[in-house]
């Protein structure tokens, strides 16, 4: 006579065998999310840049005044004068303001328009063009970048590297790789 036994259980075997394709599974997934992760961080330091970039630009129209985006250290309402300033590494905050006297630093005849703190120190920014790195980018009273353009680095942990380069019109455009 054979008995049979209503089992509602797994068996040993059949834990080990779902545990080590979770282990095989875990072990592919999550390079890739790294990866996913890194790219992400470069692209919103980007968005959040581009956007920087294009409220000092709209500012300038609207208010005819010359307008000047800079890199400030954490708590400061001056423009970092450190070596790679406008990596967020480096300085923790950038600063929109009315240039009056268009020298590019925030004193005390300049109006404050916006500051905005970065949230990521692991993404390096280097403005690669124009050469030397310049303290400032600014916009004249009708809306064009004082410089002939602009390339600005942004590197993430990874090898992860993107270039915006920015006209005189103040168009902005993103590239894979780094500034050339």
């Known amino acids: 006579m054979i008995v049979h036994r209503n ?24 390079p890739a999310y790294t990866t996913v992760v890194q790219r992400n961080e470069v692209t ?30 954490t708590g400061s ?30 004193d005390g005849t300049d109006v404050l328009l916006k500051r905005v703190t970065t949230n990521s120190t692991t993404v390096g920014v280097s403005v690669v063009d124009p050469d030397p790195e310049p303290a400032f980018l600014r916009f004249s009273p ?17 090898g992860t590297q993107r270039c915006v380069s920015l006209t005189l019109t103040g168009r902005s455009t993103v590239a894979s790789g780094g500034c050339s």
Do not use: H, Y
């Not at 970039?53 to 609207?62: D, N």
């Not at 010359?66 to 400030?72: D, K, N, Q, T, W």
């Open 7 to 30: 089992s509602s259980g797994f068996t040993l075997i059949e834990l080990m065998v779902t545990l080590a394709v979770a282990i095989i599974l875990m072990a592919s997934l999550v």
């Open 44 to 73: 919103a330091n980007i968005n959040a840049f581009v956007g920087e970039l294009k409220f000092a630009r709209s500012e300038a129209l609207k208010r005819g005044e010359v307008i000047s985006l800079c890199p400030a250290t």
């Open 77 to 106: 309402t001056s423009c970092n004068t450190a070596a790679s300033r406008w990596s967020p590494s480096v300085s923790g905050e950038r600063l929109v303001f009315v240039d009056i006297d268009a020298d590019g630093e925030f």
């Open 142 to 158: 009708n809306g064009l970048l004082t410089a002939a353009s602009a390339s600005i680095q942004f590197s993430g942990a990874g």
